[in-house]
């Protein structure tokens, strides 16, 4: 588990995860913090990896045998290395479990959510490895578009 600085687990966080051992990587829903609001954020249809990133990636917990199989992150990623590390570990065959379950808080305002531009476009970059056209520039304009989540892209 990687827990940035600002986040903490639930209370329930072992309870909850240790329900799965069967599983390389678990990720579930978070409470996001801003300043003068809250929410909760689940994790999208994994199917949506090759274009966007589906999974919180605060929420994830992972086997230390998946390093082992795919590797760390990939350095050339300042922003979208996590969205990297999961494809690559649903492309290994890697065993996911998406749960409901809010798993993590997590405080807006760190390095990702002051570079959202680099985040954008390394999202592009990432697409465009594993997609064919205009997939990748589509979900680029989506996201940079600004349009409200549309949930039925959850059911994909």
């Not at 996001?32 to 809250?38: F, K, R, T």
């Not at 409901?100 to 970059?125: R, S, T, W």
């Not at 520039?137 to 996201?143: D, I, P, T, V």
Request: aromatic fraction near 14%; charged fraction near 30%.
């Amino acid at each position: 588990m990687i827990l940035n600085s600002d986040d903490w687990f639930e209370r329930e966080y072992i309870k909850i995860i240790s329900k799965y051992e069967g599983f390389d990587l678990i990720a579930g829903s978070c409470r996001v913090y801003y300043p003068n609001s809250n929410f909760i954020r689940s994790c999208r249809n994994l199917k949506l990896l090759p274009i966007l990133m589906p999974i919180i990636d605060p929420s994830i917990a992972l086997k230390a045998s998946v390093y082992r199989k795919i590797g760390l992150y990939r350095e050339r990623f300042l922003v979208a290395s996590d969205h990297d590390f999961v494809y690559r570990a649903y492309e290994m065959g890697c065993k996911f479990k998406i749960i409901k379950n809010i798993l993590v808080n997590i405080e807006m305002g760190g390095y990702a959510d002051q570079h959202k531009e680099i985040a954008f476009l390394e999202q592009l970059d990432l697409a465009r490895e594993r997609c064919i056209l205009p997939l990748p520039e589509l979900a680029f304009l989506y996201r940079k578009s600004k349009i409200p989540r549309l949930r039925f892209l959850d059911f994909l």
